[in-house]
């Protein structure tokens, strides 16, 4: 059974800054307004083709994902079974995504659209074109594109990897490799700090006439280990117990 935790940071954060914003608006709503105004506008100007465009390459990208050999992939066990048929699926894929909103939407975005187009004149034939072309760009294949996206990056990370049903769950194939580059540094620099002399020793940097020594390159429990024997450098091989006067 999949289970998820709660992340302090990303909960706490997230509410502070949502909370921020909603006590912006309740204190100063005319200031709240005129900035959440420009920035939206700021936003649509510079960043309205790439939100076409992103939603162009969904399509794509979904539609690549079931004509190919990946349609056949199952989201979940290998020898799992459906628990619902076909058409009951589609149907509440539809009522769940779409139902409620186009209740409302339905009626309402073309009729916004047409009493104020973007680009063409108010209450004109091309204003009302204008209006569906819009209204079915929000609800038609592209908004299901998006919707796909989404839902499979966590639905296949969730039941065949077993990871938490959260949006950090689909970058882990990217964050994986990022984090496990990041761990090898970190434990690369505590044995560095653990045991500098070796280390540089080892590595041939700052090399000095001391770092030649041989006990400044092993640790300290060796040194004491070692400590009261005699050097066979020096002295030679040791006599075994009980060689000592033989004639």
């Known amino acids: 059974m999949l289970t998820t935790k709660m992340n302090p940071r990303v909960f706490w954060g ?18 709240s307004d005129l900035l959440f105004g420009r920035a939206q506008a700021w ?20 539609t690549v994902l079931a004509v190919g050999p990946t349609g056949r992939l199952k989201l979940g066990p290998d020898d799992a079974e459906p628990d619902f048929p076909y058409v009951s699926w589609l149907a509440m894929l539809f009522a769940a995504g779409m139902g409620i909103g186009l209740m409302y939407f339905a009626v309402a975005e073309p009729v916004q659209h047409y009493i104020a187009p973007p680009e063409a004149e108010p209450g004109t034939f091309l204003a009302a074109r204008e209006a569906m ?53 970190r434990r690369r ?40 024997r005699p050097d066979r450098r020096r002295h030679g091989r040791r006599h075994p117990v009980g060689a000592v006067g033989r004639g």
Not at 14 to 31: D, H, K, N
Not at 154 to 182: D, I, V
Request: net charge positive; with cysteine; aromatic share 10%.
């Open 189 to 228: 620099h505590l044995r560095h700090l653990r045991h500098p002399v070796r280390h540089r020793h080892l590595s041939g940097a700052g090399r000095g006439p001391d770092e030649l020594r041989p006990e400044l390159c092993v640790r300290p429990a060796q040194q004491r280990r070692h400590a009261g």
């Open 133 to 185: 072309v819009i209204t079915y760009t929000h609800w038609g294949v592209h908004a299901w594109a998006i919707y796909a996206v989404v839902g499979l990056s966590l639905a296949y990370f969730a039941h065949r990897k077993g990871l938490p049903l959260t949006m950090r769950s689909s970058l882990y194939p990217l964050l994986r490799q990022a984090g496990e580059r990041l761990a090898g540094r």
């Open 14 to 31: 997230a509410s502070a800054i949502a909370g921020g914003l909603l006590l912006l608006a309740l204190m100063a709503p005319a200031t």
């Open 43 to 62: 936003v649509i100007d510079t960043f309205g083709w790439f939100y076409v465009a992103s939603v162009a390459g969904f399509l794509l990208f979904v």
